[in-house]
């Protein structure tokens, strides 16, 4: 158990240009979070997968941004055409299925910086 | 859907001195609650979790009791060490499929 991965761990890229991010969660965990945290707050809710379904997504997550998880395993995160205010860091988080809530193990997240 | 008020910081304290780090949070019906914390350097990581009211949770000499009357989940130490600076967060669980709310985290800075 290798914990979840994430990368890249930092990404800068100019205004405008599309990036990509990829998560693996732990390998018995089916499911998997996306979460988008700025400076000086605490993480807020991008999505969230149940296997390959994709069966939540926040009202933070635009036109612009698209999140996918084929055959349940990894997931990436694009976003397109960014703007300054993407710049945050993006941590995934994945968890077993069970009654509610159970813990869920993060990453250690892709820092973006748009310029 | 769930909020969460924490207590702003930051949190300066001396080694040894007893912490508390406030709580309260709105939810619909009774969510499993956690507190995270996020140690410089590395990702977040679950410090302790209460399931039902009245539960304890307790890890590394933490404790949180989660209080159903007051939707509290007051965070605390009897006796803080310089390895406990970080950032902790506390976060309901949504009642389906685990979601979490975070609040925006409070600062602790343990001195010598």
């Known amino acids: 158990d290798t914990g979840v991965s994430q990368d890249p761990r930092h990404k800068i890229t100019k205004r405008g240009q599309n990036v990509t991010f990829r998560c693996d969660p732990i390998s018995e965990h089916n499911r998997l979070y996306w979460y988008r945290q700025t400076l000086g707050q605490g993480p807020e809710f991008l999505t969230y997968f149940q296997n390959e379904a994709q069966l939540e997504k926040s009202r933070l997550l635009s036109d612009r941004f698209s999140a996918e998880r084929p055959k349940g395993s990894f997931s990436t995160l694009e976003i397109q055409r960014t703007e300054q205010g993407d710049s945050a860091m993006y941590l995934c988080?994945?968890?077993?299925?069970?009654?509610?809530?159970?813990?869920?193990?993060f990453g250690q997240g892709t820092r973006l910086t748009v310029v | 859907g769930n909020s969460v008020t924490q207590m702003e910081g930051p949190v300066t304290l001396s080694e040894e001195a007893f912490l508390t780090i406030n709580c309260t949070y709105t939810a619909t019906g009774y969510p499993s609650l956690f507190w995270y914390v996020q140690y410089p350097g590395e990702g977040l990581q679950l410090l302790l979790k209460a399931t039902k009211a009245d539960d304890k949770g307790s890890n590394k000499g933490f404790e949180a009791t989660y209080r159903k009357e007051t939707t509290s989940f007051h965070l605390e130490k009897g006796s803080v060490q310089v390895s406990d600076s970080a950032v902790y967060f506390c976060?309901?669980?949504?009642?389906?499929?685990?979601?979490?709310?975070f609040g925006q985290g409070t600062i602790l800075t343990v001195h010598p």
């Open positions: 988080a994945s968890s077993r299925a069970g009654t509610g809530a159970t813990e869920a193990f």
């Open positions: 976060a309901p669980g949504g009642t389906s499929y685990g979601k979490l709310t």
